[in-house]
């Protein structure tokens, strides 16, 4: 079974930076992935990146993510990582991290495994 846990968020200042962990622990498939949504209030879950779990650190974003968003990982700790940079408020969210059997998985219903996700605000 695996477990995944989020933390890093908390109340940000408009501009700023922030950097999200998900800490992955129990038995996780070699070749699948672990992908970032958020979800803001009233919306539905959002796809951001993925990124391999073991290999070549490859990963896979969406295009509306791409340039502010960057995910990576520390095998070592079994921990992925989320940065976002130039923080707007629209980046208001509770952001999750899920593992899915693939990189290319783009919907939350291609994963089969969540954390508890952690709360990011972004205060102008």
């Known amino acids: 079974q695996v477990q995944l846990v989020e933390s890093g968020g908390g109340l940000v200042q408009a501009g700023g930076s922030v950097r999200l962990s998900c800490q992955a622990s129990?038995?996780?498939?070699?070749?699948?992935?672990l992908g970032w949504f958020r979800q803001a209030p009233g919306k539905e879950r959002e796809w951001i990146g993925t990124?391999?779990?073991?290999?070549?650190?490859?990963?896979n974003y969406a295009e509306s993510m791409k340039g502010r968003f960057t995910i990576s990982r520390d095998s070592e700790k079994r921990t992925v990582y989320l940065n976002i940079n130039s923080l707007k408020p629209e980046d208001t969210a509770v952001y999750y991290c899920?593992?899915?059997?693939?990189?290319?998985?783009?919907?939350?219903?291609?994963?089969?495994?969540w954390g508890q996700g952690t709360q990011v605000t972004v205060f102008s």
């Open positions: 899920g593992n899915a059997a693939s990189l290319w998985a783009v919907s939350a219903r291609d994963y089969y495994s």
């Open positions: 129990g038995r996780i498939i070699s070749s699948s992935a």
């Open positions: 990124i391999r779990w073991s290999g070549a650190a490859t990963t």
